[in-house]
């Protein structure tokens, strides 16, 4: 009995390990969309996952929306939010562009938890599972779930890759300057990066929401954004599998580190200061030790054939 307890607990803790780290990757993928692919500085990301988390909540308690309408609306309440928060950010660049979104963050973070109308710091409780065939979906069906969507999400990712939507965000992220001289609309592809980056963080923050079934401010607060950033950074900046290698990475990370939790953010920028210095392309980036392991491998084994 005592060990048919115990490996269902355990189960259930890696269940619960892997929606995290799955709601992650999906959020580090939408900040990917900003930096990696468009080339725009972003130090508040957390904010809409924030946006996306007290959106599906509310729908979700207050008006009775089933999950199913409220994490879509999350979505799209997340871009919609990140338009008008984004043509003013696109006014600046670089260090200012980064400091302009940080504090959009603090902003946003403050509003969750000084207005009563989003719980102030109770938060929103009573946020559940989804259901579906009558009943309340269990863990493994909700990461499964989880996992259906950030597939597709990584297929419309390669296919606007392959786009030339995906042609002129390079074209922007290597030189904004040279980019609007040949034609590309800069600003146009800058808002449509900080809408898809943001509707997919709500996203994520709708799933995350009812995984949690309990928020606060302090979820979303900028010490997350970093976590996000960190992320993105270590896996690889710009590349398609490198933000989920770092969602998984740093993901698991706390779990085998918990006597040293509290100095989370501490470890987390150290790390990204080292990969800043020692790999900026990240674990998968072109200049990367294992990308170029990767090539000499696979050069060895072509000339041995």
Request: include cysteine; charge should be neutral; proline fraction near 4%.
């Amino acid at each position: 009995m005592g060990g048919g307890e115990g490996h269902f607990m355990i189960s259930g803790y890696l269940i619960t390990i892997l929606i995290t780290i799955l709601i992650y990757a999906m959020l580090a993928h939408s900040l990917n969309i900003i930096t990696g692919h468009a080339g725009q500085i972003s130090l508040g990301h957390a904010a809409f996952f924030g946006i996306g988390a007290y959106t599906s909540a509310m729908l979700y308690t207050e008006a009775g929306f089933p999950f199913w309408i409220s994490v879509p609306l999350a979505a799209v309440v997340a871009g919609m939010v990140g338009v008008l928060l984004g043509i003013p950010c696109l006014r600046v660049r670089d260090d200012f562009l980064a400091i302009t979104t940080m504090g959009i963050n603090f902003v946003v973070e403050a509003i969750f938890l000084y207005i009563p109308f989003f719980g102030g710091a109770m938060g929103i409780g009573g946020i559940n599972l989804p259901r579906w065939f009558g009943r309340e979906m269990t863990k493994p069906e909700y990461f499964i779930l989880i996992l259906i969507v950030f597939s597709l999400l990584l297929l419309f990712d390669r296919q606007l890759g392959r786009s030339w939507i995906g042609l002129a965000w390079a074209s922007i992220r290597e030189d904004e300057q040279a980019a609007g001289a040949m034609g590309v609309d800069v600003v146009r592809f800058k808002v449509l990066a900080f809408i898809l980056g943001s509707a997919i963080a709500g996203l994520a923050g709708g799933f995350y929401a009812h995984f949690l079934t309990f928020i606060m401010p302090q979820n979303f607060g900028f010490g997350q954004s970093i976590v996000v950033l960190c992320m993105v950074v270590f896996g690889g900046i710009g590349t398609r599998w490198g933000p989920i290698v770092g969602a998984v990475i740093l993901g698991i990370l706390p779990e085998i580190s918990r006597p040293i939790m509290e100095y989370r953010i501490l470890i987390y920028g150290v790390l990204l200061l080292a990969m800043m210095r020692f790999q900026p392309g990240g674990l998968l980036g072109s200049e990367s030790i294992l990308s170029k392991v990767f090539q000499r491998a696979f050069y060895l084994s072509s000339r041995s054939e």
